[in-house]
């Protein structure tokens, strides 16, 4: 028999319960957050990835040509797709646009704990607002997709840091734009790498100054709160022109937490320098959201991308978005058994007395069905005990048995399953009976 | 900018919505007949549909060698992968099993209406139950699914047929098991050929006698009624054996439509032997779907497979199972004016007086979405008037206003969207109105 790929997941029906589960509620998150859902095609033009991340990327894809010669890739993220579909738009969309899509991405690389060759995403993103109140509004979101589950501020936390204030600052140190992206990867490793191999690998942009500066970057990356923030910038010999641009960065800091508290959500965030996002492209504001305890990967991850959308050939437009993935969310809430045992969808299950009661009884299951209950009921005649054993099975709240008896009174019987409670009823009652039952 | 690919399609909102709207009643549908949910990988090992269907599939396929020099394709359906789950624990799961899916198939062909590259496709399968019950469980699905949008029996109509009187009718003229899978194959295209090229076709089969056999076969295809097929059976001089398989068969079609009567399906369901459904793994009842004035394609098919799964590398199981494909039923609905308008998913917009009043409301606005409201508000202190005009464009049926009087008497007021009445209340009363409001 064939075996699926590896790092490719199969949902038996309790596994794609589960999934529901997540999607549904990460869609409720969203829809009440008044974000929109739009979808993208899976396969792209495999330029779309190149042009966003740089060749390296090709490296990780699942690409291909395709029959027509096109150089195309399963998606392995949502956003050079949505920047183009708000590019291609970008005049008729009305601003600001909140939008959101929970969807399937690939790379290719070893399957491991968390992560897969295909797994799922929640991206939300917001576009056309430049202010920390979008930013604020995202996050919020972020939070709520994962407390919606029952996560608590005691569980997970939002490690909240800020790109340009990072570029601002390594500029004191002669670092120029394009070399900052450089830098700022390698401090994305700090948490990860050897001290003494990231001091190697910044000593090419710092010299003979590395430690003094490395130690500054582990002063900044330990600060907790924009008091100490404050406090260390001061104490920096910074040029003016820097000052003046962190201390503009300060005074969005404030305004993203005014919102937070107004929103109640500052148990859930920490100031923390050390999250600086790899990819290029992020400006702002950056987050990860991260189990407490540290013993998973990162839960979601997003910040401001103000420059993408006219990178890849749209209009100017400020953006700012996260990812959170499945793999990682659903291990956590397995873990803190927050997933719901979930015992199959039917509600009712028809017992039929025989061939002569199937006629009656199946009359009964096609209307009850129309009036949206979910029924099931065996294609054979077999026996009440076994088709009581079947009901129960089926987690179904109740049985209806259609006997010899009751069908010739045109009566139906009513048989709580949890409580074994017997009703009988003349069969053009049982709707309303029903509708009381259910509505309980 | 880059364009997405030929036969892809991107979902705006509104397009989305639509697509949500199918996916949710496909759902509905399938849930209210007991099915379960399950899902399978989007990428697959090429050789599974090989296996099932030929070499010849491989070009209509998105195929290629991935980064482990494992050759792998889109799924351009989703039966083998649904064998492979059943087949791998066969021995666990409970028979029968009623399981649905709703996801994406792709096709590397000509783009044309009704065809695209990848479209969605709502699965459901019966596995374990030879009989003509689970058949008419099927089938009675495979109707709902399209009633629940509101189409009915004069808008479409579900042609059936039976592979296995075919097979033992063309026995009589000495095809064999093989050869009738190839004549079969002709047949299926009887209707969009040319007749004489048709003719033609089956000379290889029927030699001199073609013209004689041509004639008969239109007449079974010609016939609409259990009785004319009878009549015709009987006026042609089979052998025995023949004759004795295809009366069994005729019991089974009894019970078939004694199912159908039972649940009152019987104006949806026409007999038409002139649907065979061109794929050689079919086995007994055949159906597909279609929209009555003729102008759409195919919008559901389906039918048995008992050898299937046997053949995949599982046990024996009996299975039947049907397809239904998203793009030609959305264009149907559209015609027929059934898809709804949806304008938004917010319910509660508020409107914030200024900078201020700006805490009070976010917690509002907080503590509402955490009650499951969509509800969305402005980034910038802009005017009255154009909050009043977001709030209209929104779709929200209710507007909540925290003003600087509203706020300094711990007030709100509640602005009705489509009356225009407004009523004041305090604020902590908010949560019971709401209630009462949105309960109506």
Known sequence: M???????????????????????????????HSFSEYDVPILEPLDLYIEKSGEEIIGQLFNFKDKGGRDVALRPELTPSLARLIATRAASLKKPLKWFCIGENFRYERPQKGRLRSHYQLNADIFGELGASADAELIALCIRALT?????????????????????????????????????????????????????????YFGKGTEDVFEKIETLISLRTLEDFRSFILSQSLVDSNRCKIEARLVEWEKLFDHFNALQLTPYIQIDFGIVRGLAYYTGFVFEAFEKSGKFRSLAGGGRYDHLVEKLGGPKLSATGFGMGDVTLTDLLNEKELLPHINGTTSIYVIIGGEVERVKALTSISYLRGQGYAVDYSFKNISYGKQFKLANQSGAQLALIYGAKEVSENKVKIHDLSTGCESELPDNELKFELKRYFEK
Chains 1, 2 share one sequence.
């Open 2 to 32: 064939f075996e699926s790929l590896p790092g490719f997941r199969e949902f038996y029906p309790d596994q794609c319960a589960v999934r529901n589960h997540i999607f549904k509620h990460w869609k409720k998150a969203a829809i009440s």
């Open 148 to 204: 919606i589950f029952g996560l608590k501020a005691d569980d997970f936390v939002i490690r909240l840091s800020d790109r340009n204030i990072w570029v601002d600052y390594l500029a004191h140190f002669g670092i120029n734009d394009k070399q900052s992206i450089e830098v700022l990867a390698v401090i994305d490793k700090l948490e990860r790498e050897d001290r003494e191999h990231s001091l190697k690998k910044l000593k090419t």
